[in-house]
């Protein structure tokens, strides 16, 4: 039980560290972005981009997380080389035409989705769009649309290399599409194209881009290169069988995000930006961490119920819970503390005033108070999949998904953004707390005297840490110039008309007022971890000295 403790500890690792340098990138891509696209361009172009991204969730990392690893896992685990060889070639073949059928019938429903927007203005009071603008929007969400095709079948890659535990390309390869939209945010900047036909080439580069890197990958370490589309084999059916009540329940989740933007979109303009932005930041830590721990707990917990070992779920689902609250914690935390400043210091450039920093700031908040229920309903749903029970997360998933869009409803006309972001906050509390009783119920209880007091340890290091953190940050306010806090250019000339000397004194300004509270952040709840005796922190130090010794026995 240790070594598989150890195991995926190491996998949440390796995956997260290239999960980083993927979201950072993103962070790169979003701030310019922000301070180079229109906000007209830049939020139709985002509510256009949101209906891809939402069925890239339910069909392709729904299907290959819930349906296709546990099934892969199985067969990898009890048959031949051959045998999964084969297996893998044939549910390739089977996901090239779900993807291309989703693509289809997207490109030619997305230009009525969007042409209705205009009817919600009886619920948002918001903007109305005219012909001309919905026409935009249209052709911008026909376009955008089969990016599904292409991360679905990326996607699927990563089920297969996570099967066979290669954790590395599957990491790194989204920085892909960070990379791509940078380079089409310069296009539009040159005038080479118009803002929002930039970012669609982008996301078409970005898309293609991963689909290579992670097929290499799949070809190089399991032998398989090609589709084969001799679909009548029993796992392909077992996999359908999984896969629509898993896409039914991954969507309930994705429509509320769907949702919170089309409502987002028709209430006042910026809505959208802010939503979006403050969401980005929040999924930096969920997808390092969360993501990261739930994609390594679900291959682990799969191989021990092929193995028929209840315990040993048990165990590897509450490691699973105790590795996320350590990882996660702290970043929710930090994300409430020091929330403004890191906005400020990201996006408040060019496009991006201070009104956008004042808004992004209150729903960052609000999404980062339900941070860890985002994270561990991902690890809790791992326990009913490895089992190959996808009705009951599909239930509870719509149930939450209902709960969202009523206060959705009640919430947009009064609140506003603040009542979409607040909307999907409360629900995602609510499904996770239904997914934990009803796993303690399958499982026993989830918790035990171990697992209690390391959950209380990581509280109070990490309420120390926010302590320190937001004194820190209170204590600069009085020392960084001033320039650090106010705008800086309403338009994106105005950034570049200032002075280069200019610029990096407000850079440095803004950036020291984040990093100095972050890093005293950071420090202090390692230290505060291990004199609280967590046992995480310990199982962190094991990992990096196991690395050390690899390294020396390299040399």
């Not at 020091?338 to 729903?363: C, H, K, S």
């Not at 791992?382 to 969202?404: E, H, Q």
């Not at 990581?458 to 840490?465: Q, R």
Request: glycine share 8%; net charge positive.
């Amino acid at each position: 039980m240790a070594h598989s403790e150890g195991q995926l500890s190491k996998f949440i690792a390796i995956f997260a560290g290239g999960t980083m340098i993927s979201r950072v990138l993103g962070l790169v891509r979003d701030s310019m972005v922000n301070a180079m696209i229109p906000v007209g361009p830049r939020e139709a172009f985002l509510v256009a981009f949101r209906l891809p991204n939402t069925l890239r969730d339910i069909v392709g990392e729904g299907a290959s997380n819930a349906a296709i690893i546990p099934v892969l896992s199985e067969v990898h685990e009890k048959k031949s080389k051959e045998e999964f060889q084969a297996v893998v070639s044939s549910v390739f073949g089977g996901m090239i035409v779900v993807l291309a059928l989703v693509t289809a019938l997207g490109v030619l429903l997305v230009p009525w989705m969007l042409s209705q927007l205009n009817h919600l203005d009886a619920i948002t009071s918001g903007k109305t769009y005219s012909p001309e603008e919905l026409s935009h929007l249209v052709s911008l969400g026909r376009w955008t649309f089969p990016y599904i095709f292409f991360i679905g079948l990326a996607v699927f890659s990563m089920g297969v290399l996570f099967t066979v535990r290669r954790y590395s390309t599957s990491s790194w390869a989204p920085a892909l599409l960070n990379v791509a939209m940078i380079g089409s945010c310069l296009l539009s900047y040159t005038g080479t194209m118009t803002p929002g036909y930039a970012l669609v080439l982008g996301v078409w580069i970005g898309g293609i881009a991963q689909v290579a890197v992670q097929q290499y990958s799949m070809g190089k370490h399991t032998g398989v290169w090609m589709p084969s589309f001799r679909l009548n084999r029993s796992e392909i059916y077992t996999i359908l069988g999984l896969m629509v009540p898993v896409a039914i329940g991954q969507a309930a989740g994705e429509v509320n995000k769907m949702v919170d933007t089309l409502f987002a979109y028709k209430s006042a303009e910026g809505s959208v930006t802010a939503l979006y932005s403050a969401n980005r930041l929040v999924q930096l830590p969920l997808s390092v961490f969360g993501f990261a721990t739930a994609a390594a707990v679900l291959p682990a917990v799969s191989r021990a119920a092929a193995q028929q070992r209840p315990d040993q779920i048990r165990a590897l689902l509450m490691h699973g819970f105790r590795q996320t609250y350590f990882l996660i914690t702290p970043s929710m935390i930090g994300l409430i503390v020091l929330g403004e400043p890191i906005v400020r210091l990201l996006f408040q450039y060019g496009r991006f005033t201070a009104i956008n920093t004042e808004w992004t700031t209150n729903a960052l908040i609000i999404y980062a108070m339900g941070l860890l229920a985002f994270a561990w309903v991902k690890v809790a749903v791992s326990g009913f999949y490895a089992v190959k029970d996808t009705r009951t997360p599909v239930l509870i998933s719509s149930g939450s998904m209902i709960l969202n869009i009523a206060l959705c409803f009640l919430f947009v006309k009064p609140y506003g953004y603040k009542g979409l972001a607040a909307a999907t906050t409360f629900s995602y509390f609510v499904n996770f707390g239904v997914l934990y009783i009803l796993l303690c119920q399958r499982y026993k209880a989830l918790w035990d005297a171990k697992f209690i007091s390391g959950l209380i340890r990581m509280s109070l290091a990490t309420a120390a840490m926010g302590a320190l953190a937001y004194g820190a940050y209170v204590r600069l306010r009085f020392v960084v110039p001033e320039t650090a806090f106010a705008g800086y250019g309403d338009t994106i000339s105005g950034v570049v008309g200032n002075s280069t000397a200019m610029f990096l004194e407000v850079l440095a300004a803004r950036a020291v007022v984040v990093l100095v509270p972050m890093l005293i952040a950071v420090l202090s709840y390692l230290l505060l971890s291990k004199f609280f005796g967590v046992d995480e922190f310990e199982s962190f130090l094991r990992l990096l000295r196991r690395k050390k010794e690899a390294k020396a026995k390299a040399k």
